[in-house]
């Protein structure tokens, strides 16, 4: 009788233990994991549209445990400072172009080179492929973890001067690049004045007369009111704008159970197909609304302007190495 008594009171003790620590053990349980995504653009570029619907998906398949919280208009840093706070874990992710990206992953200037791909059909043939697995291995080896390709066009050249129609027309206009060498040798090499300057600091830029022009793709020069500010926008076709979503290596392995990084990976494969669609329906409209804007816009002959950049593709073999360039080369000729 008095063993039962024991086993009685044991029972309600343990009853009572669970009422009072198993709330608070439930709710340090139930606070998600926050992922901070860093962004260089406005809210107004479909790219934040698209994080959005990652956020959601990662949200949903989770049923709550893993928050994304998008901050655009590098609240967070330029794309430099995030790229190497997702390296330190002080941002869990970040998107950057390509160009901003090469100095971590040099492989990654095969999308800085001028005219290599001439079209995205061959783009995406290329990152889904051969070039897309080097590309993925090498990001890791520099400690990111490759969330999505983001679709963000072709560049083209805009400037408050006058419209390139020639190679002379470029001639000593202060055109702003992003920081890659290759960029910048590339539009010095077609006779502009490249002017690296942080993206966000571009509208003033251009406002200011610091720099004549840019190089943008068109959608992003509609959502960044770049028209306000400069008046030519001449179809160059110069650069393909590869970006990418990464997320830090560190925190992908260590923070995430095998479960979700399964979703992430899964909601990363879904973003990149809804952004790529996003891009495109957006890509038809933009130039008729920068011509609205009051942009004049034209097109060109664009032999003379491969021809002068030819040499800058065989000398970046050491750079980028041989069999991907050769590989991302064979891609366009198929």
């Known amino acids: 009788m008095k063993n039962q008594r024991n086993v009685l009171v044991f029972v309600i003790f343990v009853f009572l233990l669970c009422l009072t620590v198993n709330p608070l053990f439930a709710a340090e349980k139930s606070k998600p994991i926050i992922i901070k995504l860093s962004d260089q653009l406005n809210i107004e570029n479909p790219q934040y549209k698209a994080h959005m619907y990652f956020a959601d998906l990662v949200k949903e398949k989770t049923n709550g445990a893993i928050e994304v919280q998008v901050f655009p208009n590098s609240q967070l840093g330029n794309a430099r400072e995030s790229l190497e706070g997702t390296l330190t874990g002080v941002i869990e992710m970040t998107k950057a172009a390509a160009a901003a990206v090469s100095p971590f992953v040099k492989e990654l200037s095969v999308f800085s080179l001028p005219y290599v791909f001439t079209n995205k059909e061959d783009i995406f043939k290329a990152l889904d492929g051969k070039v897309g697995q080097i590309l993925n291995k090498k990001l890791e080896d520099a400690g990111f973890k490759l969330i999505s390709y983001y679709d963000a066009g072709f560049r083209h050249v805009l400037n408050s001067k006058r419209p390139i129609n020639r190679l002379e027309d470029l001639k000593g206009l202060k055109i702003r690049v992003m920081g890659d060498p290759i960029m910048i040798e590339s ?148």
Do not use: C
């Open 187 to 334: 539009f010095n090499t077609l006779g502009a004045l490249a002017t690296p300057i942080a993206y966000a600091e571009l509208y003033s830029a251009l406002k200011q007369g610091v720099v004549d022009g840019a190089e943008n793709p068109v959608v992003a020069i509609y959502a960044m009111k770049f028209y306000e500010v400069t008046k030519y926008l001449s179809l160059t076709n110069h650069f393909y704008d590869l970006n990418l979503v990464v997320m830090g290596k560190k925190f992908f392995d260590e923070k995430l159970t095998s479960e979700q990084q399964k979703i992430i990976l899964e909601s990363g494969k879904e973003t990149q197909i809804y952004e790529r669609q996003l891009w495109a329906d957006l890509e038809k409209d933009a130039i008729g609304k920068l011509e609205e804007g009051g942009m004049v816009v034209n097109t060109l002959d664009l032999i003379p302007f491969q021809k002068a950049v030819a040499d800058i593709i065989e000398k970046s073999k050491s750079i980028i190495g041989a069999d991907l360039l050769e590989e991302a080369l064979s891609v366009s000729e198929k």
